[in-house]
């Protein structure tokens, strides 16, 4: 197997022999499952009779891959037992329905845990399972919102020009469903799940994990609570130093449009960024701040007279930590990342390799995306719960098209 961690079939990854009953959703309770899966767990997810709301084909939907799936409709009489059945066979359960809902369909954490006293019982919520909102719909845009994040991102400069350089007087940026969705949701829920299974098997006994996602975006934010309350961090976006605010940290816009990215913190650094840029002897200095609406405007003017690619070349190979902003496909193609195999095509569709990497255990890109119901008759099999396989095998609903529609832009 290559270092990107891809291979046809097997077993493998440091998870191999975990089981994991996942109850079809949508957002981070999947792309738990799939971390999970990648990991090598054996998950089963439980779709439903319909089709997914998102539309997107199942080829395409990554974030169903290193699973199989199963249709049992919860809701016919002998939908929860045949849940249950698996649960009794199972390590882990993830679930991501409004608090109430798994108990009102007879599959909740009491019913799951008396079938299994050891399951790790994960449940994903945006608002979590108590609290004055818990019963409310949301999104990643409204749980970051809350939780003091979606306000630390400030634009790029380019992005406001009518406001201040780094944008702390305009609306934040929407760092797509990034931060809350998959950073403070899916991957608190796997690390939650992960440290109560390791409890589970050194006690024998089971537990619920509430991931809420208010709260992993809240606790990522961690060392910025401290400076805050140091007095080293303004609550303000773009005006700090890792915000933007420096204008040796911050994004600059390229003669042909392109975008380069610049980190230039230590001393050293900064010293080899205005040595390759050419900012001259009579530029503000990196920390006379008085000056620093000047330094960037000088920054600025450089940037523009070369094109992204032409500013590549010039830092190449030096520590002025100044990289280009790349689109997804571009990124795809970038030397580092095709060099770790950090992205992967397999069935024609480019998506990230297994991460973190294991020098003993690596995982695997071991099986596409699931179709709904395809793997029934596997899964009552290696699962041994025979009534599975009376389910009908597809229930994928009519075709999608070849290609999700886009959502108009702005």
Not at 119 to 148: E, F, K, S
Not at 275 to 291: C, F, N, S, V, Y
Not at 321 to 337: D, G, N, Y
Request: glycine letters at 14%; one cysteine or more.
């Amino acid at each position: 197997m290559g270092d990107s961690g891809v291979h046809g079939g097997g077993a493998g990854g440091p998870l191999a022999g975990v089981r994991v009953v996942e109850l079809a959703g949508i957002g981070p309770g999947p792309f738990a499952a799939m971390l999970l899966g990648d990991l090598g767990a054996d998950v089963v997810r439980v779709d439903r009779p319909e089709p997914s709301p998102l539309g997107i084909e199942p080829a395409y939907d990554v974030a169903n891959r290193n699973k199989r799936s199963v249709v049992v409709d919860l809701k016919a009489p002998e939908g929860p037992g045949r849940v249950l059945d698996l649960v009794a066979r199972a390590d882990l359960l993830i679930e991501g329905y409004r608090p109430g809902v798994a108990e009102r369909l007879g599959v909740g954490p009491d019913a799951c845990l008396a079938r299994n006293p050891a399951l790790v019982y994960g449940r994903m919520t945006g608002w979590g399972q108590h609290g004055p909102l818990a019963a409310r719909a949301g999104h990643d845009i409204g749980y970051t919102a809350v939780a003091g994040v979606l306000g630390l991102v400030a634009p790029t400069a380019s992005a406001l020009p009518d406001v201040s350089p780094a944008g702390p007087d305009g609306p934040p940026a929407l760092p797509a469903n990034l931060l809350g969705d998959y950073a403070g949701g899916s991957l608190y829920l796997v690390v939650g799940l992960l440290a109560a299974l390791h409890h589970a098997r050194a006690t024998g006994a089971g537990q619920v994990v509430d991931a809420a996602i208010v709260d992993g975006a809240a606790h990522l934010t961690a060392v910025l609570q401290g400076l805050l309350a140091g007095g080293r961090w303004q609550d303000r976006r773009g005006v700090n130093l890792l915000d933007g605010g420096a204008p040796f940290y911050a994004v600059y816009p390229a003669a042909d449009g392109g975008h380069l990215a610049v980190g230039a913190l230590e001393p050293q650094f900064y010293a080899e960024f205005a040595r390759l840029l050419e900012l001259g002897p009579d530029a503000p200095g990196q920390w006379d701040t008085a000056r620093w609406p000047a330094l960037r405007a000088r920054i600025a003017a450089r940037f523009a007279t070369r094109t992204r690619a032409a500013w590549e070349a010039v830092f190449a190979g030096s520590d002025a930590c100044v990289e280009p902003v790349l689109t997804m496909r571009q990124a795809h193609a970038h030397e580092h990342l095709v060099g770790r195999g950090t992205y992967v095509e397999v069935d024609g569709v480019t998506q990230p390799a297994p991460a973190p990497r294991f020098s003993a255990t690596p995982g695997a890109l071991r099986r596409p995306p699931a179709r709904p119901g395809a793997d029934a008759a596997e899964v009552a099999r290696d699962w041994g719960v025979p009534a599975l396989a009376a389910e009908p095998a597809d229930h994928a609903g009519p075709a999608a098209p070849a290609r999700t529609p886009a959502p108009p832009t702005a």
